[in-house]
């Protein structure tokens, strides 16, 4: 758990919240019956590090939002019996830590979210178990490499400044419109005051370059905005917009992110996720180097299974 030492404004975050139950179209057919949350980057669910940042970070109680057709989240955080005495008995330690480790340090909780009704409802289905504290939010289909992690560096920030904070990082014009956007003042190198959002803007219409990027710190207020937050962008309750209304109460703070933020949302991202992540684990790098550089140089000589549609 954080403590927040004398002399810091916000409180102690103890908990974080994972919205995990979107319906993940642009991953179809491999999200039909398989929560893209679940697919992996490299050797392990995604989900897996979006936890393991929650826990480096100090904060155990982590619920996950989910769905009924994605029991598979929760049951990775369950035991196994029978798989682990297997693992014991066959000397696999390594394997058998890989599976328990990260679940002795956390505390998962899960709450199902009954409609796919977007980001702000899936928040909003934490509202019980959150209660009346600061909380963060992690989406489940991004990750990060680099230092600092995002949730130490919001919760940091939280604790100087107070209130809710976002996870920022700055984008080129052209791809503005896929996320929330903020205006602002920049009141520290890297720490904005916000003064606006909007989700999902034309170049055009931007206040800025700088995007949410999938973390944030919220505080309890937000649900209260949340229960007013109409439908917006795609018939969806966007989160973006319910942080809108709060900062007519409230200041909202954004910082910049010093790690860099990796989706695993469609087909491509996903790929060039596992191959960054692949590269930092020098084991696994040294299988895969040689192929990734033959299709660099030898395109014409690699095998290559043509698939219509998805790249
Ligand atoms: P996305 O914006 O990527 O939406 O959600 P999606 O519905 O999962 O995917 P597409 O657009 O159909 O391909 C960002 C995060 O918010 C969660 C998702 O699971 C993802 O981790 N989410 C989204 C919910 O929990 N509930 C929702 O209703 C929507």
Not at 97 to 116: F, G, K, T
Not at 260 to 285: C, M, Q, S, Y
Request: aromatic fraction near 4%; charge should be neutral.
């Amino acid at each position: 758990m954080i403590s927040a030492s004398v002399g810091t404004i916000g409180t102690m975050v103890k908990k974080a919240v994972i919205p995990a139950a979107g319906l993940g179209t642009r991953m179809l057919p491999a999200a039909k019956a398989v929560p893209k949350e679940m697919l992996p980057i490299v050797d392990r669910p995604t989900i897996q590090y979006v936890v393991d940042e929650c826990a480096s970070t100090g904060v155990n109680d982590i619920l996950l939002v989910t769905s009924k057709d994605k029991r598979a989240l929760e049951d990775h955080f369950d035991r196994h019996r029978e798989l682990e005495q297997r693992l014991a008995s066959g000397g696999k330690q390594a394997l058998l830590d890989s599976v328990n480790e990260l679940m002795s340090r956390v505390r998962i909780h899960a709450v199902r979210q009954q409609e796919q009704r977007g980001l702000g409802d899936a928040v909003l289905c934490a509202r019980e178990h959150v209660g009346n504290e600061p909380f963060l939010c992690l989406l489940g289909d991004a990750v990060f490499s680099g230092e600092p992690r995002p949730a130490q560096q919001l919760v940091d920030v939280h604790h100087e400044l107070g209130g809710s904070v976002i996870g920022l990082e700055e984008v080129p014009l052209e791809k503005v419109s896929r996320y929330g956007v903020i205006a602002g003042k920049e009141i520290r190198p890297g720490v904005w005051k916000i003064q606006s959002l909007v989700e999902k803007p034309r170049p055009e219409d931007a206040p800025s370059r700088l995007v949410i990027a999938a973390r944030y710190v919220l505080s309890p207020g937000v649900f209260d905005c949340l229960e007013r937050t109409r439908p917006g962008v795609g018939g969806e309750i966007q989160l973006t917009d319910a942080l809108r209304t709060l900062l007519e109460t409230e200041p909202v703070h954004g910082v910049v992110l010093g790690a860099k933020r990796h989706d695993i949302g469609n087909p491509a991202d996903w790929l060039k996720t596992n191959l960054v992540f692949a590269k930092a684990r020098p084991e696994v790098w040294a299988l895969l180097e040689a192929t990734v550089r033959g299709l660099l140089t030898r395109a014409a000589d690699v095998d290559v299974v043509r698939s219509p549609d998805i790249l």
